[in-house]
């Protein structure tokens, strides 16, 4: 049989994928035409939907994500119908899908949302995790409530989550940049944030707001099982999870630089990075080194070697293209991800993609650039939607204004975080001028200009300066006027500018 003969059912729209990205698509194809038949083909048993959705300024967004059963988007949209399994081939000749229950879908339009999975430093389970889903943040959990020492190796929001959450348990926090947090922030907002490891932490709230449903998986080995990769967390991801380690003592993130993992007898090289020590004065002997052994080792380029229970690898994604590739032409990024262009169309007649699996790949604004993150995986369901509407009703449709300016909020440590534009002067190499101001423990915030003119800012603590920074980098005014005052805190900057 050939892939055409075995046809359950042709729909005019099927999006792939119950993730954030995928799931704002189908809501919007749904809405927008709501004769059409439309799939939804998710390898995960539930969905992740947006709610409490707030526009918090022009650009800037903030809402909660929650898994939900699929039949809360069935009831709504009664064009739509969930298929509960992984696409296995995919022929973009023929327009067809096949998942791995062996069943052949037809599309006219296809819209790729598999996100995308850890890039683990090697795989070797239970000695190095990663963290994508709530499978293996239950399975982190799991290993956590037996472990004394793990080593977190990465530097980026997972990473940094991660060394301010869990307790009773040493962490061995390895970094390989000359910061912490390098992916978001400067050594200056590093700095404001390294206080908080070691202070005490507020009361958690008892609740979590993220409801979540037990997942059962099919025994029979058909179907999506645990193998299938879920949906990845949202920015509250750690909440509901007991992150607390088998020892009751204070945790110390220990900031070391790393190039080899060694277990039992093995070394394995991940990288060959020059030792910088900027924290060393912060660095100690752990104690116990010598009188036991642990499951793993980890040889850092200090030259010092740490046993510990497990590994947790939060060094990025790489998205889930592998199923789609076969046998097609997809033209790739450097990053592995699906090229897409300012309509979300990769190189494949009829076929789009969006969120963590694409990479936008249209002349950019000069004030965004692509991280994939919640938000960006929203905005980009959202826009492939309206597109993949738009081309079906021959309408034309232009690059949402969302992508004119980067925004993203989110907390580290606690305090709220807004980033802005070119907040880490990205990209302007050393074209650029930065104003800041810093209250210990209060707030840190930073704005980038160039030409007088305002391109990026972070904002950490509750500065209130959001709307109107978002303001100032959108209408691109010349500020050379105002110089230092931008940021004097005598000034109610928000009056001066209404
Ligand atoms: P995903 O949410 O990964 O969804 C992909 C979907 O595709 C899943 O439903 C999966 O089951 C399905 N799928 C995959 N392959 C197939 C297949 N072959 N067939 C059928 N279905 C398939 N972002 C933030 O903005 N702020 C944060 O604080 C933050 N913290 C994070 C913490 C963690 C631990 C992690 C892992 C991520 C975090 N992120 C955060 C990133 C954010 O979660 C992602 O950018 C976003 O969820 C991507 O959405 P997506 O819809 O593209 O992909």
Redesign the pocket.
């Known amino acids: 049989f050939t892939m055409a003969d075995k046809i359950e059912k042709t729909f005019k729209f099927v999006v ?9 698509c189908v809501e919007q194809l749904s809405y927008s035409l709501q004769s059409a038949d439309v799939a939804l ?4 048993p539930h ?2 939907a947006v709610t409490n959705y707030k526009q918090v300024a022009k650009v800037l967004e903030e809402f909660d ?1 929650e898994e939900q059963p699929t039949s809360v988007l069935e009831e709504k949209f009664p064009n739509l119908t969930v298929i509960h ?4 081939t995919l022929n973009t000749r023929s327009h067809l899908v096949e ?2 229950d062996g069943k052949v879908y037809g599309y006219e339009k296809l819209c790729i ?6 890039k683990l430093l090697i795989q070797d389970k239970p000695y190095v995790l990663g ?3 709530t499978d ?2 239950q399975e982190f959990q799991k290993q956590l409530t037996k472990a004394r020492k793990i080593v977190v190796v990465g530097n980026g ?2 990473a940094l ?1 991660l060394v301010y959450e869990v307790e009773g348990c040493e962490v061995i926090w390895a970094v390989k940049d000359k910061t912490i947090g390098n992916t978001f922030f400067d050594a200056g907002a590093a700095q404001f944030l390294i206080p908080s490891l070691g202070a005490d932490k507020p009361e958690r709230e008892a609740a979590c707001k993220r409801t979540r449903y037990t997942t059962d998986y099919p025994t029979d080995g058909r179907g ?1 099982g645990p193998t ?11 909440r509901g999870l007991v992150l607390k380690g088998a020892e009751w003592v204070r945790t110390f993130a220990k900031l070391l630089f790393w190039n080899l993992i060694l277990k039992r007898d093995m070394f394995i090289s991940v990288g060959n990075k020059t030792l910088l020590t900027l924290f060393k004065k912060n660095f100690s002997p752990c104690c116990g080194q010598a009188s036991r052994t642990w499951p793993v080792y980890v040889l850092l380029t200090n030259g010092k070697t740490f046993g510990c229970d497990f590994v947790v690898s ?1 060094t990025g ?1 790489i998205p ?1 293209t ?3 590739l076969r046998g097609n032409n997809f033209a790739l990024a450097d990053d592995g991800g699906l090229r897409v262009d300012d309509h979300m169309v990769t190189s494949e007649p009829d076929v789009y993609a ?4 694409c990479t936008a790949c249209w002349d950019h604004s000069p004030l965004w650039q692509q ?7 929203r905005q ?2 959202w826009h492939a939607g309206r597109c993949m509407a738009a081309c079906a009703l021959s309408e034309t449709i232009e690059l949402d204004f969302c992508f004119e300016l980067f925004s ?1 909020i ?2 580290f440590f606690n305090y709220k975080v807004f980033l802005l534009g070119k907040f880490n002067a990205q990209g302007l190499g050393s074209d650029y001028e930065l104003l800041l101001r810093y209250t210990k423990g209060e707030e840190y915030v930073k704005v980038v200009l160039q030409g007088g003119r305002m391109v990026g800012a972070v904002l950490i603590g509750e500065t209130d300066l959001e709307e109107t920074f978002e303001n100032l980098i959108l209408n691109q005014m010349d500020l050379t006027p105002y110089g230092e005052d931008l940021l004097n805190p005598n000034i109610d900057i928000e009056d001066y500018f209404d």
């Open positions: 792939v994928g119950g993730g954030i990205a995928g799931v704002t083909i998710t390898a995960s969905i992740k994500v399994s992984a696409v296995n998942t791995a949302c598999s996100g995308a999975r850890p963290i994508r889903d293996s943040a929001g997972i989550e999506s299938e990769p879920g949906s990845a967390l949202g920015p509250d991801w750690h939060a994604v889930n592998e199923p789609f969006a969120g963590d699996v991280m994939r993150l919640w938000t960006q995986a980009m369901g993203h989110t907390k």
